[in-house]
Structure formats: structure tokens, C-alpha cells
């Protein structure tokens, strides 16, 4: 009784297995998905990223509204944020011929100025403290360019470096594997590993994305986007159907910087 008096429910899931295995297959699904409104219907990345971040905006709204996690608005908010950032990235990089290093790296700066905002102004950037409006702001924008500098690396990783779809996706999950040996291992700070995983799991769905529907030519396995874009959006309903989720939780008391 003590401990749930000191301790409240966060509206976002606790980060298991289970969160990284549904986020991994998210990402693929914003990569597929976005590719579906920007090339296979032929809509361009400025409407794609425009539709996308709407749907985002809304969403996100509601998630603030809600009183408690609820695991299908929550992921349906992180599809939306991998697809933005699809777009976003993609808009960027080709349609603006910045490219990837500099898209990079300006998603990159982007993404250090909302989370250097989110500690200064709270003293923690632990997704164990998203209770209020506030942190959730910061965490759905933190959220979003984390999707989109994952997009960004995934493409230089894949086209820039000649690795291709398999070496990028090798590549990063090698990466991951990496974060999880220092997660077990070392007294590495949990919040920086976290968010060092959830940037690289973009990434690694950006290439697998890449793999499934590209042409031959380029490296794919050319499959349909909308068919496979289908397929993960009912493995990922399945999942948060039959996979167990619980929301996060963090102290009453205050919260200290970490």
C-alpha cells in the first residue's frame, strides 16, 4: 500500500523486451508506410510530411489528454512519429538537397537543444517522469526527432557508405547489441542508454523498411509497401493484443537529475 502511494502510473509503457520488440517492428512500419504515400502513390515528401504530422498533432493531443496508458493510442502515436519522421527526413535530405550528413546533423542538434531544454527545465530526461502535459511535451518532441535523425542515419548508413540495406541493418544492430552488453554489464546511466537505443532502433527499422520494399536494382527485395507495410501493422496489433504491457511508473518524491 505504501509503495503505491509513492509511486504513480505514467501514461507510457514500461521499457521491457516487449517495448523494443514493438518499437523495432514500428519503425518498419514508418519507413514502409511513409514510402507507400511519398512513392508508391506518388504524393511527394512535402504532402506526405505535411499529412503525417498532422495525424502526429492530433494524436500526440490526445495521448496529453488521456488520464492513463493506454497501449494502443500510445503506439499508434509512435507509428505516426516513425512515419513523420520518414517523410521529414526524406523531405530534407532529397528535397532539399541538404543530405544525409548535413540532415544528419541537423537532426542531431535538434534533438540534443530538446533534451538539453527537457533536463534544464526539470532536471531529468528519464521516461520514467512523462506524467505531466509538460515532460509530455517534451517527450513526444524528443520522440520525433529521434525518429527522424534515425531515418536520416539509416539512409547514410545504407546508400552513402555502400553497406546496403543488410550491412546498415547489421550495422545497427550490432549497435544495439553493444548498448544491451553495457545495460547488463557496466553502471552506464540507464537514461542515456535508453535514448541511445531508441535512436538506433530507427535506424535499424529504416533498413529493414529499405530491405522489404526497395527495387532489386538498388538492393530490396522489392516487395509491395502497402502489402508490407499490412503485414507489420497486424504483427504489431498482435502484439500489443497478446504481449503483455504495463505503464511505467515513477516516485512521488522529487525527482533527482539523472
Not at 533534451?115 to 534544464?120: C, Q
Not at 496489433?237 to 511508473?249: F, K, N, S
Request: charged residues 10%; glycine residues 10%; neutral net charge.
Amino acid at each position: 500500500m505504501s509503495r503505491a502511494l509513492e509511486e504513480y502510473a505514467t501514461k507510457v509503457p514500461a521499457v521491457t523486451l516487449v517495448f523494443w520488440i514493438i518499437k523495432i517492428a514500428a519503425t518498419t512500419l514508418g519507413e514502409t508506410g511513409g514510402d507507400s504515400v511519398t512513392m508508391t502513390l506518388d504524393w511527394g515528401y512535402l504532402t506526405g510530411t505535411v499529412i503525417f504530422l498532422s495525424i502526429l498533432g492530433a494524436l500526440v493531443g490526445v495521448q496529453i489528454v488521456a488520464k492513463r496508458f493506454h497501449p494502443f493510442l500510445y503506439w499508434s502515436t509512435i507509428v505516426a512519429s516513425t512515419t513523420a519522421g520518414t517523410t521529414m527526413a526524406d523531405f530534407a535530405d532529397r528535397s532539399l538537397g541538404i543530405g544525409y550528413i548535413g540532415g544528419s546533423s541537423i537532426l542531431f542538434l535538434c534533438l540534443m537543444a530538446v533534451l538539453g531544454l527537457w533536463y534544464w527545465s526539470l532536471g531529468s530526461i528519464s521516461v520514467a517522469t512523462v506524467k505531466t502535459p509538460k515532460v509530455e511535451a517534451f517527450y513526444w518532441a524528443a520522440i520525433t526527432f529521434a525518429q527522424t535523425l534515425g531515418t536520416a542515419l539509416g539512409d547514410w548508413m545504407a546508400d552513402t557508405t555502400g553497406l546496403g540495406y543488410e550491412g546498415g541493418a547489421l550495422v545497427f544492430a550490432a549497435g544495439l547489441g553493444v548498448l544491451a552488453a553495457a545495460y547488463y554489464r557496466t553502471n552506464i546511466s540507464r537514461v542515456l542508454l535508453f535514448w541511445a537505443a531508441f535512436i538506433l532502433t530507427r535506424p535499424l527499422g529504416a533498413t529493414v523498411g529499405d530491405l522489404l520494399d526497395k527495387p532489386v536494382t538498388e538492393g530490396g527485395l522489392a516487395l509491395s509497401r502497402p502489402i508490407a507495410s499490412a503485414v507489420i501493422a497486424v504483427f504489431i496489433v498482435g502484439c500489443v493484443l497478446i504481449l503483455p504491457q504495463r505503464a511505467g511508473t515513477h516516485s512521488a518524491q522529487p525527482e533527482t537529475a539523472s
